[in-house]
């Protein structure tokens, strides 16, 4: 019998348990084996320099400065209020920005922003596809700062994808828990930095540390440093292809005139190896060297068309523009281009570029409208409110003289940093009386007194002679504060029998 060893396999020895397998030989088992779910296979995108890559570079510094420094900024306003210029005070129900105070009760605004937001998010889908995903979207950002940091420890490409499929080592131990201690340092302070949005910033860091600081905040910053690590860590593409809604959303936005990073087939094809000095005669400017394919951080061939997993990021134009002046060849091949110019080109035709076109008109009219109305409304909105409960049990007293008397709650809202003495008048009844609660009753204006930042209630009579019209006279409290008046509409009921 003839026995055949395998040199590069050594065979297994019972005291020291099975041979150490590759992380790759791992990988391959896995897809042999099937199962439920397809295993997730690593990708490790190749730094790539350039335009893109500098604008992605310039957007993370940018978009994590804001979100890191905000809640530092610090607005002055009168004592006892928070000085914190961005701040969302659930203890208080109260949402600072700058100079902006909103309240509860203006929820509308919150929703104009939203809408807005989701409006801006699909004319820039119209016309320049995922252009959010591929550099401001969160998940990107962070995605970004954590391959950095990988590289830092491992490498570029060929490094760490020889890191993972050698056995452990020293060398790949310190480099993997480096890493690992730089990834959850990055999530520990985006959880801390969340935090700090809905408290005062010194005040909570010292009572951070000190272990005083509300449970809520623990735990919000525990989960934030658990979701960072594991979505920029090691989900990264997967979010965006199977988690993130927006990629199935976007194709009701996209049409052929759509800006999108396109490989131009018209001009690439037919690709092939080239050789130095070789002609260019008769085959297209495509290589085939799938840079493109190792610097795309989704792990996709963008060479394939237009694909759901695509970000727009334009590492991809990076990669095979930096060839083509390796092989004198103009830049360009992979482009922000529209499907409508690849088919001009590819039938001899100029290239149309259409900005301007029905669903982009749609997008920016609705657009306009809504952040004109949410403008509108913050410029012109008043410090003073007031909301009229009228009493409905009874709904009215009949007094000894023929009178009748109706009992009204008002809200009033002073969303000033100043107390404001309110003159307060009833309108509907004719010869009515005015009368708070505690107070003498007038027939013009009563006053109140409405505290700073704050909602008096204020509970009040009204009280009119007959002889009544109707059973139900339309009326308004009528609220007064220098050159600023607001109206509540409300009912005296009379009770009169009137034909």
Known sequence: MTVVIDRRTPPPDPERGPAPVSAAERLRAKEKAGGLYKPRVPIYPKLVHGRWRAIKWALLIVTLSIYYVTPWLRWARPEGLPQQAVLVDLAHWRFYFFFIQLWPQE????????????????????????????????????????????????????ARMRLDAEPMSFNKLWRKAGKHLVWLGVAFGTGGAWIFYFHDAPDLLRDFWAGQAPVSAYLSCGVLTATTYLLA?????QVCTYMCPWPRIQGAMLDQHSLQVTYRSDRGEPRGAHKKRQSWAGRGDCI???????????????????????????????????????VERPRGLIAYDTDAAVAARAAGQKPIYRLVRPRTLYYAAALALVAGLTGWGLATRTALDVHVLRDRNPTFVRLRDGSVRNGYTL??????????TIA????????????????????????????????RTARVFVVAPPPFHARDLPSAFVLRDG??????ETLFITGAEVP
């Open 107 to 158: 929820v509308y605004f919150f929703t104009g922003l939203l809408v807005i937001a989701a409006l801006a998010l699909f004319l820039t889908t119209a016309l320049f596809g995922r252009l959010w995903c591929g550099y401001t979207c969160p998940q990107t950002v962070w995605t970004d700062l954590y391959i950095y940091v990988e590289r830092l420890f491992e490498g570029d490409r060929n």
């Open 288 to 326: 085939d060297c799938r840079q493109c394919v190792v610097a795309c951080p989704m792990g996709i061939d963008i060479r394939n068309g237009p694909q759901m997993e695509c970000i727009n990021c334009g590492l991809c134009i990076d990669a095979c523009d930096e060839i083509m002046l390796r």
């Open 233 to 237: 860590g090691f989900m990264r593409e």
């Open 424 to 455: 307060v008048r009833f309108e509907g009844a004719p010869g009515a009386q005015l009368k708070p609660v505690g107070a003498a009753a007038v027939t013009g204006s009563a006053q109140i007194i409405a505290p700073a930042n704050a909602v």
């Open 411 to 420: 809200k009033i809202a002073n969303r000033s940093f100043q107390a404001k």
């Open 483 to 488: 050159a600023t008046e607001v109206r509540a």
